[in-house]
């Protein structure tokens, strides 16, 4: 849901008349934006776990998250040619739906490191997972890029509501990697939103008809948020 809180803003921001009204407006945006990131943040959070150490897993942050917002910028300029293709949409789906199977239900106990090799394995982990947070990121903000350029026509402000949701998905995220460390079900719970988001972006392509309102989504995401919430590591 990152990038959603620009859609309902996008008719306002058209009809200001100067920049300074605008930046009136940014406050509100930056809050919704840091609201609304947590499904995403967790996420991506969670893709970071395998990552040995807390540099690695910001560096990796850093760099998936960049990498995203370039995707995002591209998709949201060239979205006329490219949101016409379907299949764009289904993968995004299936990939998110194929994140959550692999990281749950066949959880990821098979990177076994080389101890002749340890550089070389910790370098393609990290690159694998860098590759994993720009791929999943893209997928999340699919729904809400396309809603967004449904609504208005103006690439600048659509381009800068995806920044301030890049930013605040960055700072929730950072948030998120140290609560992982305290909550054992919010691992799980980041994939289980991630399966949610993936059904949910299947279903709006593949069916014409909404059989469920996009909020009971988000409800179940809430839902998975709090169970991951709900126990503490045991330090002793």
Do not use: C, H
């Not at 860098?130 to 729904?143: K, M, W």
């Amino acid at each position: 849901m990152d990038s959603a809180a620009i859609n309902s803003f996008i008719p306002t921001l058209d009809q200001v008349d100067s920049w300074s009204e605008i930046l009136t407006l940014l406050p509100i945006l930056i809050i919704l934006e840091l609201l609304l990131s947590a499904d995403n943040a967790i996420a991506l959070a969670s893709l970071t776990k395998s990552l040995d150490s807390a540099a690695l897993r910001s560096k990796a942050l850093n760099i998936g998250i960049a990498i995203s917002l370039l995707f995002r910028i591209f998709l949201i300029l060239l979205s006329n040619i490219l949101l016409k293709f379907i299949i764009i949409r289904i993968f995004a789906g299936l990939y998110l739906i194929y994140l959550f199977i692999s990281n749950v239900i066949f959880s990821r106990e098979s990177d076994i490191e080389d101890p002749e090799n340890i550089e070389t394995t910790i370098n393609f982990k990290f690159l694998k997972i860098v590759a994993l947070l720009s791929l999943t990121d893209f997928a999340f903000s699919i729904d809400s890029i396309t809603t967004a350029v449904a609504i208005s026509d103006q690439y600048i402000l659509i381009i800068f509501g995806a920044i301030i949701g890049v930013l605040a998905l960055r700072f929730t995220s950072g948030i998120f990697l140290r609560l992982l460390e305290i909550f054992v079900r919010l691992e799980t719970a980041g994939y289980i939103a991630i399966l949610i988001v993936g059904i949910k972006l299947l279903l709006n392509t593949l069916i014409t008809e909404r059989i469920l309102p996009d909020y009971y989504f988000y409800i179940l995401i809430l839902f998975a948020f709090i169970w991951g919430f709900s126990k503490k590591e045991q330090f002793t």
